[in-house]
Nanobody, 115 residues
Framework: QVKLVESGGGLVQPGGSLRLACVTS????????MKWYRQAPGKERELVAA???????NYLDSVKGRFTISRDNAEKTIYLQMNNLNAEDTAVYYC?????????WGQGTQVTVSP
């Protein structure tokens, strides 16, 4: 069974930083494409960042230059470093593992950016 557990969310002031982590188990992590999605209240879920199994990354335009996705295959963990946060980044952030057998989602972690 594939399991993903996110952590690192919280309340931060505008301009601040957070680092999200997603620990996985139950899959061949090094082969997976890994993604971060987010969903803000009243809005559709959107893809924030993705990293391939050979470390190719891509980002939502609005987070380019501020967010960095990375992976540690030995620890079966991905990270999302978020800098210069603003109110529009407030959302529940979800980790997703895209495996040969399908996609699996974590439970999400809340990020709130507020003065």
């Amino acid at each position: 069974q594939v399991k993903l557990v996110e952590s690192g969310g919280g309340l931060v002031q505008p301009g601040g930083s957070l680092r999200l982590a997603c620990v996985t188990s139950g899959s061949d992590f090094s082969r997976n494409v890994m993604k971060w999605y987010r969903q803000a209240p009243g809005k559709e879920r959107e893809l924030v960042a993705a990293i391939s199994n050979n470390n190719i990354t891509n980002y939502l335009d609005s987070v380019k230059g501020r967010f960095t996705i990375s992976r540690d295959n030995a620890e079966k963990t991905i990270y999302l470093q978020m800098n210069n946060l603003n109110a529009e980044d407030t959302a529940v952030y979800y980790c997703v593992a895209v495996t040969f057998y399908g996609s699996y989602w974590g439970q999400g972690t809340q990020v709130t950016v507020s003065p």
